[in-house]
């Protein structure tokens, strides 16, 4: 082949490939990260808490029968739980050919649970949740928060998937679903905690801390999405739906997420060297780092965030979970009114989330505050205002416009938890914030089904407006009197135990020889030490 010939032989497309690559290196992975963060806990939150509005729908409510008040009771088959459903529908399906129909197309068939198993359903997702905290740390320490939260995803939607089928058997059946799906998303809080120390530098970090804020708009979407669907197609299919876009959502996550920057197979040079410059070495060297459980278990920063969040979870639930249910038996909305009202104001606290930790940046950037007065000012705005508002809600009764505002408001300052204790615990330890998250969820996790339980023993009679009364005052007291604790032993201090040990027979309690053996390290601004004698950023 002579030298004219290989002139005219075609040349590689390289340029589509290059342009490929060129739109590819102007989205940051640290940008991808971010969007896998918050879809994911989105999609989370959608799987956690479709059956707190499904059970309106699935539920047959007995003051319904003997009052006429309830303009949301609609004819419908009741089917008691403690029989066996599938014989039930197929004895009907066979007397009468259209019963097929109608639970397949109008799903009216609705269960006699009462307010004390609807309680123990709700609370049911939170027992293993809280059980599954330090197994998450653990998990994500030695197999990497691409693992442990896909996986979790994964599994949370599967059980989504058989709770239509698990009712018609039994409740105790949808109990055990629930629970297993608790486990599962009790690994997910860890897993991604404790991949910000390798991915975010810390200046950057309250702002990525707003992508964990994708819950609310999980929450927000969910309740009106499920409205649509139980009045258009039926209860059954939102469960179809939540769990079908859980399982998508794990294709995405298992293409895109990779453990460290290290490992990103498609991260530009320049992203990486800004990624290691910034973040610590220690930082970057603690992944497999043997957990000091002792000095966690010891640690007062660490209670602090933990008993001071139970309080924000307390009334955050109260709102989640009440939510619903207070809409429709005391204004009497129909369930898409109820749908839309009571996931609006989620929508709106995730954009508050995003200004919260924009501005908490700000403060810590311009030197304005320190970064623990930072942390704990929107602590205070997240658990002082949400206490005082709640109340409120409880007092005004029927005065609906008022209350909604209120509603609206009290939701959007929760949020700013995570430019204040939540962020905190990245601040304390970012080489081991899965399990410092772990152990602190499994404090102010309990909120989440003490919550529900108390509301059930507390509202017998869920169109009486003075026992919805009290239990806007217990969220009030337990939100407004755990914030008491953070403000007095919070701190953003890096603590000692936070750095992986140079020799492996070194023990914990000897944290001179610890210290003594750390290589040195590149100071971060913002973040300190907690001993006396090390030196403090200026």
């Not at 197994?135 to 197999?143: I, K, L, P, S, W």
């Not at 928060?145 to 059946?173: E, M, N, R």
């Not at 959007?412 to 938890?417: K, L, Q, R």
Request: glycine share 6%; with cysteine.
């Amino acid at each position: 082949m002579d030298e004219k010939e290989v002139s005219f032989l075609p040349k590689p497309k390289m340029p589509k490939v290059s342009c490929f690559r060129a739109i590819c290196d102007r989205i940051p992975a640290r940008l991808v990260l971010y969007f896998l963060s918050w879809s994911g806990f989105l999609v989370s939150f959608v799987m956690r808490n479709d059956i707190n509005f499904a059970l309106v729908a699935m539920v047959q409510d007995p003051s319904s029968n003997s009052t006429g008040s309830d303009h949301c009771a609609s004819p419908s088959i009741v089917v008691s739980s403690t029989q066996d459903n599938f014989t039930t529908l197929m004895n009907m399906t066979l007397d009468d050919g259209e019963g097929l129909d109608l639970l397949a197309v109008d799903g009216e068939i609705k269960f006699n649970w009462d307010s004390t198993v609807q309680a123990v359903i709700k609370s049911s997702f939170y027992w293993c949740y809280v059980l599954s905290q330090v197994v998450g740390g653990v998990a994500t320490q030695y197999f990497g928060t691409k693992c442990v939260f896909g996986w979790s995803q994964f599994l949370t939607a599967a059980c989504s998937l058989l709770i239509p089928a698990a009712a018609d058997v039994h409740y105790g059946a949808v109990i055990l679903l629930r629970s297993v799906q608790g486990f599962a998303s009790g690994l997910t809080w860890p897993a991604m905690y404790a991949i910000v120390g390798y991915w975010i530098p810390p200046v950057e970090r309250s702002r990525f801390m707003s992508s964990f804020q994708g819950f609310s708009i999980g929450i927000g979407l969910t309740y009106p999405l499920c409205g649509f669907i139980i009045a258009h197609f039926g209860w059954r299919e939102v469960f179809y739906t939540t769990g079908t876009i859980g399982m998508v959502w794990c294709i995405f996550w298992y293409l895109l997420a990779y453990n460290t920057p290290q490992e990103h197979p498609r991260i530009t040079a320049e992203e990486l060297e800004y990624i290691e410059l910034n973040v610590s070495e220690d930082i970057k060297n603690g992944q497999g780092m043997r957990v000091p459980w002792r000095r966690i278990f010891t640690s007062m920063p660490v209670w602090a965030i933990g008993l001071t969040t139970f309080g924000r979870i307390w009334v955050h639930y109260t709102f989640i979970m009440s939510g619903p249910e207070y809409m429709q038996k005391i204004f009497c909305f129909d369930i898409q009114q109820n749908g839309l009202l009571s996931g609006a104001p989620f929508l709106c606290s995730y954009l508050s989330s995003v200004l919260f930790c924009y501005v908490a940046d700000l403060l810590m950037d311009h030197k304005t505050l320190s970064l623990t007065n930072v942390r704990k000012l929107f602590t205070a705005l997240s658990q002082i205002v949400p206490g005082v508002l709640v109340l409120l809600v409880g007092y005004l009764g029927y005065q609906i416009v008022t209350v909604l505002v209120l509603w609206f408001v009290a939701v959007t300052f929760i949020t700013a938890s995570y430019a204040g204790a939540m962020a905190n615990i990245v601040d304390i330890a970012p080489n081991l914030a899965g399990p410092v998250l772990a152990f602190a969820q499994t404090i102010h996790m309990t909120a989440s089904f003490l919550q529900p339980l108390v509301t059930g023993f507390m509202v017998t009679d869920s169109q009486n407006l003075t026992q919805w009364l009290h239990v806007f005052g217990v969220s009030s007291v337990v939100a407004i009197s755990t914030y008491v604790i953070y403000q007095v032993f919070g701190t953003a201090d890096i603590q000692s135990w936070n750095y992986p040990v140079a020799d492996p027979e070194v023990t914990s309690s000897d944290d001179s020889a610890v210290i003594a053996n750390q290589p040195m390290i590149k100071v971060v601004p913002g973040l300190k030490f907690d001993d006396d004698d090390d030196e403090e950023d200026n």
